[in-house]
């Protein structure tokens, strides 16, 4: 059974760092690709970034780049998301996700597997 568990989110302020983990279970993630997504309150699920894990190629949403790096440890069967200089339209709650294939894709149409999501809230 394929299984998705996000972790690491909560309430940081503008400027602070957060470190996302996405950790599968049911598969082996050497072979596939795990992207990331976020949702704000009231607005479009919107890709942020995907790792293919057969390969390390990354890619990034125009918007995401430059604060936002994914990586992965295949060890460990988990994914990250690591978030700088956090700014408060940041805010939304963050889903991992995969398709079991082993290209990146940045649409969330395409994607089957989902995690439950975590909460990030960046505030003064």
């Known amino acids: 059974q394929v299984q998705l568990v996000e972790s690491g989110g909560g309430l940081v302020q503008p400027g602070e760092s957060l470190r996302l983990s996405c950790t599968a279970s049911?598969?082996?993630?050497?072979?596939?690709?795990v992207a990331w997504f976020r949702q704000a309150p009231g607005k479009e699920r919107e890709a942020i970034s995907c790792i293919s894990n057969s390969d390390g190629n990354t890619y990034y949403a125009d918007s995401m780049k430059g604060r936002f790096t994914i990586s992965g440890d295949n060890a460990k069967n988990t994914v990250y998301l690591q978030m700088n200089s956090l700014k408060p339209e940041d805010t939304g709650v963050y889903y991992c996700?995969?398709?079991?294939?082993?290209?990146?894709?940045?649409?969330?149409?395409?994607?089957?597997?989902w995690g439950q999501g975590t909460q990030v809230t960046v505030s003064s």
């Open positions: 049911g598969f082996i993630l050497d072979y596939y690709a």
């Open positions: 996700a995969t398709e079991l294939a082993r290209i990146c894709r940045l649409s969330s149409a395409a994607y089957d597997y």
